[in-house]
């Protein structure tokens, strides 16, 4: 949360990572120079894994601002990688647990498949960018060009279907390379982590994705929950984390819209 209380955080300084790349190498040679090879190839190494490794940290602000927890006694449920087949369903259950998510959706899926997004806002659901075509082999690594394509577009798509766009954006597989910034910033849009995750997204045992988002869920937390998987459990395990916060007496609630 910033000084003046928003959760909301789109990137100010989006290139500020240029600097610190061109003060690194100038140190590392420098290094060099003056000690030779032994302290300065571990100390390239180093400097290069200090700009890679945040790429691949869903919760590390190196390259964009992201939220990774709320204030207050609500759980903020997000659901990636709609819409699909699970939509409706889960829809209803959130429906009968009185529970409201922000579902994070692919562009071209939503292009796609118009009424769902429809339905999702019509009960009361919010809407996130997660994409135009979800490259998760290679999302990592894309140039600036098409890193702006990828976001922008599904942008484009999500507002042309409800109408406004989103305020939210959530990275493939959460991996954020020094480009996604920029286009955040260009299209107002606050990058959301997350704080609880069952690994629900690929192959897996519901009980025991349930087991590892229960013992991170609290207040405030940020739950990373998917839909349309392969394995066809995502509405099962999404009833069992509704189940849990029943449980506990913990509202699943949106952040207020002047977050």
Same mark, same amino acid.
């Given at each position: 949360?910033?000084?003046?209380?928003?959760l909301?955080?789109t990137?100010?300084?989006p290139?500020?990572?240029?600097?610190?790349?061109l003060?690194?190498? #100038?140190?590392?040679a $420098?290094?060099?120079a003056? +000690?030779?090879w032994?302290? &300065? @190839?571990?100390l390239m190494?180093?400097? %290069?894994?200090?700009?890679?490794?945040?790429?691949?940290?869903?919760n590390s602000?190196?390259?964009?601002?992201?939220?990774s927890?709320?204030?207050?006694?609500?759980?903020?449920?997000?659901?990636?990688?709609?819409?699909s087949?699970d939509?409706?369903?889960?829809?209803?259950?959130l429906?009968?647990?009185?529970?409201?998510?922000?579902?994070f959706?692919v562009g071209?899926r939503?292009? #796609?498949?118009p009424? $769902?997004?429809h339905e999702? +806002?019509?009960?009361?659901? &919010? @809407?996130?960018?997660?994409?135009?075509s %979800?490259?998760?082999?290679?999302?990592?690594?894309?140039?600036?060009?098409?890193?702006?394509?990828?976001?922008?577009?599904c942008?484009?798509?999500?507002?042309?279907?409800?109408?406004?766009?989103?305020?939210?954006y959530?990275?493939?597989?959460?991996?954020?390379?020094?480009?996604?910034a920029?286009?955040?910033?260009?299209?107002?849009?606050?990058?959301?982590?997350?704080s609880?995750?069952?690994?629900?997204g690929v192959?897996c045992?519901?009980?025991?994705?349930?087991?590892?988002?229960?013992?991170?869920l609290?207040?405030?937390?940020?739950?990373?929950?998917?839909?349309?998987a392969?394995?066809?459990?995502n509405?099962?395990?999404?009833e069992?984390?509704?189940r849990q916060?029943?449980?506990?007496?913990?509202?699943?609630?949106l952040?207020p819209?002047?977050a």
């Amino acid at each position: 949360m910033t000084a003046t209380g928003t959760l909301h955080r789109t990137p100010t300084h989006p290139w500020r990572w240029i600097g610190w790349l061109l003060l690194s190498q #100038a140190l590392v040679a $420098l290094a060099w120079a003056w +000690l030779g090879w032994k302290a &300065g @190839l571990p100390l390239m190494l180093a400097s %290069h894994a200090l700009f890679v490794v945040p790429v691949f940290l869903p919760n590390s602000g190196f390259y964009a601002p992201v939220l990774s927890r709320l204030p207050g006694p609500a759980v903020w449920l997000t659901i990636d990688d709609g819409p699909s087949d699970d939509t409706l369903a889960i829809l209803d259950l959130l429906e009968r647990y009185d529970a409201r998510a922000t579902f994070f959706m692919v562009g071209e899926r939503a292009a #796609a498949r118009p009424e $769902l997004v429809h339905e999702v +806002l019509r009960r009361g659901h &919010g @809407l996130g960018n997660h994409s135009q075509s %979800h490259p998760q082999a290679w999302f990592w690594r894309l140039g600036p060009r098409r890193m702006a394509g990828e976001i922008g577009r599904c942008q484009q798509a999500l507002a042309a279907i409800a109408g406004t766009p989103p305020r939210w954006y959530r990275s493939v597989v959460g991996m954020t390379n020094p480009f996604v910034a920029v286009a955040l910033r260009r299209h107002g849009l606050a990058r959301v982590g997350w704080s609880a995750r069952g690994f629900d997204g690929v192959h897996c045992r519901p009980d025991a994705v349930v087991a590892r988002i229960a013992r991170t869920l609290a207040p405030g937390a940020i739950v990373l929950l998917h839909e349309g998987a392969a394995h066809g459990h995502n509405p099962a395990i999404i009833e069992s984390v509704l189940r849990q916060l029943q449980a506990r007496g913990l509202p699943a609630r949106l952040p207020p819209e002047t977050a």
